[in-house]
């Protein structure tokens, strides 16, 4: 694992120092007002219909427990932005995460498997880095929005049920959206451990973790091999640009 936020001062007394301040900046103002910190130096940007597309594999239909997590920028308010599906249909088997505008906020919807099951919550600014996060166990949903729970809802159809559908990121998303760090775990994750991870690029196994794609140059996975395949020439910029 690398934190992307340690200081360039020599020696491990001046790391040290660094790590601390930054901790305790970090629970005094809040997530929130650290926008301008995205934790990747390279991201995904999305052209005209360009996405990532794995394919099917059952360790990503998790059986009993999900967490879907990632980094978005959406630089318009169009009407969706599908950022992850898996699922063949709407209202079909399977799970997706997108965002949309509804009574002037770009809202957080997610979708676990069932025909009543979508459900949303958590406002989403333009043109700021955000991180945004889906946890369910089959009883109970949650919504997160840099790292503070920003809806809770009961789940009514259980688990989700196993979708043979490859998984898209960014299938259908407005142009110039950016996109960064996706994650898929098998165990809901608690809020403590959303915001303990989120400034962090993810390199190496966790308990539950089943797949990264950093989304730094290509559509390579860092856990599994669930590589993805690029499709219309999507491409990655520094995030300062």
Same mark, same amino acid.
């Given at each position: 694992m690398k934190h992307l936020f340690a200081s360039?001062? !020599?020696g491990i007394a001046g790391l040290l120092l660094s790590t601390m301040l930054w901790t305790a900046c970090s629970e005094e103002k809040g997530v929130e007002e650290e926008d301008h910190l995205l934790p990747y130096s390279r991201y995904l940007l999305t052209g005209y219909n360009s996405y990532v597309e794995i394919p099917h594999r059952e360790t990503l239909n998790p059986a009993g427990e999900i967490t879907l997590e990632g980094w978005v920028r959406l630089d318009n308010s169009a009407a969706t932005n599908m950022l992850v599906i898996k699922k063949q249909a709407y209202k079909q088997e399977g799970y997706s995460v997108d965002m949309r505008e509804r009574d002037g906020e770009i809202l957080l919807y997610s979708y676990m498997g069932y025909p009543s099951s979508e459900r949303y919550g958590g406002s989403i600014p333009i043109q700021a880095w955000v991180h945004w996060a889906v946890t369910s166990d089959g009883n109970q949903r949650r919504h997160y929005i840099n +790292?503070?729970?920003? +809806?809770e809802f009961a789940e009514n159809g259980g688990i989700v049920d196993a979708s043979p559908a490859a998984l898209s990121l960014a299938k259908h998303v407005a142009a110039n959206t950016g996109l960064a760090e996706f994650r898929l775990w098998d165990i809901v994750r608690?809020?403590?451990e959303i915001r303990r991870t989120m400034y962090e690029n993810i390199d190496e196994p966790h308990p539950g973790l089943v797949a990264v794609w950093p989304l730094h140059e !290509?559509?390579?996975e860092h856990i599994g091999g669930h590589h993805g395949v690029l499709h219309h020439n999507p491409r990655f910029r520094r995030w300062e640009e």
């Open positions: 360039s001062v !020599n +790292g503070k729970l920003a +809806g608690t809020q403590p !290509n559509a390579r």
